[in-house]
Nanobody, 124 residues
Framework: VHIVESGGALVQPGGSLRLTCVIS????????VGWFRQAPGKEREAISC????????YYVVGMKDRFTLSRDSGNNTVYLQMKDLKPDDTAIYYC??????????????????WGQGAQVTVSS
């Protein structure tokens, strides 16, 4: 299984960015996927995930207003659209996946596979 994130960049506060996650080795149609981030000196935190068990997309409280997860099953690709970015959003953003129909998707320990991360820096 191989997961590759791209799209990380330096953006100004208030800007937008879209991260891309290409997954190979497991089918997006039968796998849960999630986006997480880790800021310097902080623990990894969940942003959003999609669960195949019920076909729903979930967001951590406070994330839904500015972050949107979308999926392209045909291309085994997941996106994270981010808007109105703030300096506190500066972090390495990770895409993760696990095959199957688990009951959860917002906890890091549920995932079997991770990408290498994409750096997002929000600064003027």
């Amino acid at each position: 299984v191989h997961i590759v994130e791209s799209g990380g960049a330096l953006v100004q506060p208030g800007g937008s960015l879209r991260l891309t996650c290409v997954i190979s080795g497991v089918s997006l149609a039968t796998s849960a996927v999630g986006w997480f981030r880790q800021a310097p000196g902080k623990e990894r935190e969940a942003i959003s995930c999609h669960k195949t068990r019920d076909g729903n997309t979930y967001y951590v409280v406070g994330m839904k207003d500015r972050f949107t997860l979308s999926r392209d099953s045909g291309n085994n690709t997941v996106y994270l659209q981010m808007k109105d970015l703030k300096p506190d959003d500066t972090a390495i953003y990770y895409c993760a996946a696990y095959p199957g129909y688990g009951s959860g998707c917002l906890r890091a320990h549920e995932y079997d596979y991770w990408g290498q991360g994409a750096q997002v820096t929000v600064s003027s």
